[in-house]
């Protein structure tokens, strides 16, 4: 059964803006690693690629089965590995092939804590003003936003990471990725509804639970509250980065690690709950 955490927020709007996500990149909790898009035809979709780490964002949109695209915007840069990644990733939504590797190159792994992390590698808020002229073409083009996070762990001096990008999964050969991001951000224009503007935050890490022992045991009952504040304030920063009236907002916990915290997770969200907020959602 899926495991994960999830914040849905519905606003007023016609169509996505940069202006929402100029303050997630002075977040310090949050460092944008990757930014795909996607605006869906079906005679041929468009795609925006940046980053160093799209692995996921492909990966999610070539299981289920897309048209070749119509066309494929990379983001600009000086420098030439970045350059080469972006079009090798360009070339396998081409030929709409999974890349072979399951993690970026820019990736390194920490099989003790069972993480994947980038040194130094991550976006610059400049990728907004291309992302922008994109959207100026696409307003309907969903975003889906990747990045690094700062993980309270004990004795953090011990480990060869800041801040963590992916939660590895238990060895599974058949598996087409070998983790997930810690976060992932998802925003665009509704498609089932009219002058609405959707924005989701999920997680499958366990990082933010207090009995859960994440990270092979190095996070306790205190850093998971640590955890959670830090991530209760970014989605807080998401909701009132958002101008336009606020239309619901909803927590979704799945899976047994999460609903038996459901109670302490919905406190950790009051903020952004508020009192349209509902109770968190399990289905089993």
Known sequence: MARYLSLFMQFEGESLSTKRLERIFASSFFEPVALGAIDAHTNGDNWFLAGYALEDFLARFLERGVPKPAHIELAATQDDTLRNYLNTMA?????????SEKISPFEKEDQIAGVTFLRSAHLDVSVLSEFDQWLARFPKGILYLYGSVKVAVQKPHELPWRRAFRCLYPPEPKLQVIGAPFLTIRMGASPFLTQAIEVSVRSES??????????????????????????????????????AAKRSVELHAEGSAFNREVERLKRAFTDVLGAKGSTPRNRG
């Open 91 to 99: 070339d396998h939504l081409s030929r709409l092939s999974q890349p």
């Open 206 to 243: 366990l990082i933010w639970l207090s009995k859960a022992h994440a990270l092979n045991g190095r996070v306790g009952k205190h850093e998971a509250d640590e955890n959670l504040d830090n991530l209760a304030s970014f989605t807080k920063l998401l909701a009132h980065t958002e101008r």
